[in-house]
């Protein structure tokens, strides 16, 4: 019949909504006492109404969560990705550094080799010095001879030294190179280790991200079940009316009389917000499909009013003070096309209690009104109606 939009409450804690939520189930989990004088479809629009808003703010909270894993989901896997690339740096720098080591040892092989080769050379020119130039003399074929082997001996002994203290000069390069690979080495690893560390504070997150999040889908699907038992209540209810003979086509609630109900006519009167009754708010920030949704279209779309938004105000009862504050619209008592027609609250048991209409024209003390979830279908149809127990409220034009 009608329905309200309110703001989202703060959900600081996922336990308090827990205790509120018990609360509510436990609340609406009372059996419904069968029908009588005191019950009126109000008392189930309520119900719903308050349902869907609590449905409203979890799937709000669960799409922010759902975006905020997904954003903690690209950050592990860039997080991945940059460990990933750091230890293929690492195993560079690590094969650069094992190959440095087999250099520098085979360095030191071939500085101790050449120290031998040196040695010996050493001890045989040690040996040949002993031998005075008058002996060696005596000893070659001729002077060129002597000449000979004392520059042979002077050239090994330049060529070892030399050679010697090239490989000394190639193992300090090597150790240089050594020690700079293995600080890259280090900082490599330090690096990576940051990144896995970071890495599972992300996961760590993600994880809790995704269980809030199915908390609160859980919380939505446990709201939807019970949106769904009041409103098959709320069927039943209406049924039992129609069942009683009380409104069929026409019918008595205190002063109001109505008739030449044309019976439910679907998604007819050209009302665009037809899609699945409260699944979308329109531009007045009413639910869909309802009383209240319909009048404020056909108000501004078809009888060109200016219609501000009702800022959840928008139940039939409130529109008397939400039209005037909002609209500076005006309770009037001859009644004229596009008009609102509200139907008060009443203690009977008449369904639409609390009802929104349209006058589509007048005649005499008989208004002809359209209307949308007369015996809360949701669907559009029309009446007749006497200018009696209602409320007519007229906006301005545009």
Known sequence: MKLRITKPASIPFLSKILLVIT??????????????????????????NALQEEVNIYNAEAEKLSSQAKTLQIAVSELQNQAAATQAKIDISQAEYDKLIIQISETEQKIKDNQDALGVTIADLYVDNKISPIEMIASSSNISEFMDKQEYRNSVRDELTSTITKIKELKTQLDSQKEDVKSVLDKQKAQKDSLLATQSQ???????????????????????????????????????????????????????????????????????YCQSQDSIVDPWQLYNRECVSYVAWALSERFDKDVGGFHGSGMPDEWLSSSVNYSNATRVYDPQPGDAVVLPSTNDDFAPVGHLMIVESVSGDNIHVSQYNFYGTGEYSTMDIKNSGIILIRFPNK
């Open 23 to 48: 609360a509510i189930v436990i609340s609406v989990s009372v059996p419904i006492q069968m029908m009588t004088k005191s019950v009126n479809a109000d008392q189930y629009d309520d119900k719903i």
């Open 202 to 272: 992300q996961q760590t997150l993600l994880d809790e991200t995704k269980g809030d999040e199915a908390t609160y889908q859980q919380l939505v699907t446990n709201s939807k079940q019970k949106m769904n038992e009041i409103a098959s209540q709320q069927q039943a209810y209406y049924q039992s009316l129609v069942n009683s003979g009380k409104s069929v086509n026409s019918g008595t609630s205190g002063n109001f009389q109505y008739s030449n109900w044309s019976g439910n006519q679907g998604c007819s009167g050209g009302y665009p």
